[in-house]
């Protein structure tokens, strides 16, 4: 079956790293997107990984391991407006090439 | 930058109503997709298209139809609404390739009454 995982929620402290993870099960892996959703709002693009490894953009990186069915989000330099829910999905050969979505990890940051 | 906007950011309707969430996107998108979202749950998709006129079921198709007459334009309709569809519902369009991200609009949140 297809599932993913994520940590519900997760606190913070300002201008520290965080590491949110991710792992799935799917039959088909075709890619993992990460998203950002503050409340009330619209789901954002962060980051797109298809190959094992790190990619990196500004305070934000994303890892993959495709053999061990696993991401993470990584966010260093955390602010106050990084509060916010982080979602993960994996594209899916065998769902037509849509997307699965975890549930999100809520991510608290305290000052 | 996309632009996708939904018709109404709050909507109250009655049990029993015919309901229409419209959704425009300004990209010139191959890909539509409409979603709801509920607490604890991950988004789940109802329907998307992938082209004018044409539709396919998502995982959650059951009391909702759409349409897309024109590519710029995807239309969710609840047939004869209930309570169990009160939800948050999210609009989102992507191009064809591969890798391509959705964009997603600032929602829809229906309460049936």
């Known amino acids: 079956g297809q599932n993913i995982d994520q940590p519900t929620e997760m606190t913070a402290t300002e201008g520290a790293i965080v590491q949110i993870n991710c792992t799935y099960q799917?039959?088909?892996?075709?890619?993992l997107f990460w998203y950002q959703q503050h409340a009330g709002e619209a789901p954002t693009f962060l980051s797109y990984n298809v190959l094992d490894g790190l990619e990196e953009k500004g305070r934000f990186s994303s890892f993959l391991s495709r053999s061990k069915g696993y991401s993470y989000l990584l966010l260093k330099e955390l602010q106050m407006k990084d509060s916010a829910s982080y979602l993960c999905?994996?594209?899916?050969?065998?769902?037509?090439?849509?997307?699965?979505w975890g549930a999100g990890t809520k991510l608290i940051i305290k000052p | 930058d996309v632009k996708v906007t939904q018709s109404s950011r709050y909507l109250v309707k009655r049990t029993g109503e015919k309901v229409f969430l419209e959704c425009v996107q300004d990209m010139d998108h191959e890909n539509m997709f409409w979603y709801r979202q509920d607490p604890g749950l991950g988004l789940r998709l109802i329907y998307f298209s992938y082209d004018v006129k044409m539709k396919e079921k998502g995982d959650i198709p059951e009391g909702y139809s759409v349409s897309r007459e024109k590519k710029e334009r995807f239309s969710l309709i609840l047939e004869s609404a209930s309570t169990n569809q009160t939800s948050m519902y999210l609009c989102a369009s992507s191009l064809e390739s591969v890798g391509q991200p959705q964009h997603f609009g600032d929602g829809t949140r229906l309460s049936i009454l």
């Open positions: 999905a994996v594209r899916d050969l065998d769902s037509n090439y849509q997307l699965i």
């Open positions: 799917t039959s088909g892996f075709n890619g």
